[in-house]
């Protein structure tokens, strides 16, 4: 079992930037990876960015250019850095993380993307990130 807790959320103004940050405890001597994911009122969960536990790492289209992620498996810790936020960014974040590795997969275009959270098994409680215009 792993337990994920996120950190980090806020509101903040367009243009504006947020670092979230997931921590991980349990089980976390597995080779897991892990990613962001977020649901909007009314929207499906969809995913953000992932990290391998070898450190790939993998977008969606949205986040590429503004967010990044990153991981300190010392500290069993994810961030996420989002800059240049957008109204559209506003949902609740969360982190989620699975003994799968990879957490990424090539699409048919070659890029590399999260898988889908239908993959992932431990999820945190969420955090919110409103951005207004």
């Known amino acids: 079992q792993v337990q994920l807790v996120e950190y980090g959320g806020g509101s903040v103004q367009s243009g504006g930037s947020l670092r979230l940050s997931c921590v991980a405890s349990?089980?976390?001597?597995?080779?897991?990876?892990w990613g962001w994911f977020r649901q909007a009122p009314g929207q499906e969960r969809e995913g953000v960015a992932a990290?391998?536990?070898?450190?790939?790492?993998a977008y969606a289209d949205s986040a590429k250019g503004r967010f990044t992620i990153s991981q300190d498996r010392a500290k069993n810790t994810m961030y996420l850095q989002m800059n240049s936020l957008q109204p559209s960014d506003t949902a609740m974040y969360y982190c989620?993380?699975?003994?799968?590795?990879?957490?990424?997969?090539?699409?048919?275009?070659?890029?590399?993307?999260?898988?889908?959270?239908?993959?992932?098994?431990?999820w945190g409680q969420g955090t919110q990130v409103t951005v207004s215009s």
């Open positions: 989620a993380a699975d003994t799968e590795d990879p957490c990424g997969v090539y699409n048919d275009d070659y890029t590399y993307r999260p898988r889908p959270p239908s993959d992932f098994t431990y």
């Open positions: 349990g089980n976390t001597n597995s080779r897991y990876c």
């Open positions: 990290i391998d536990a070898d450190g790939s790492t």
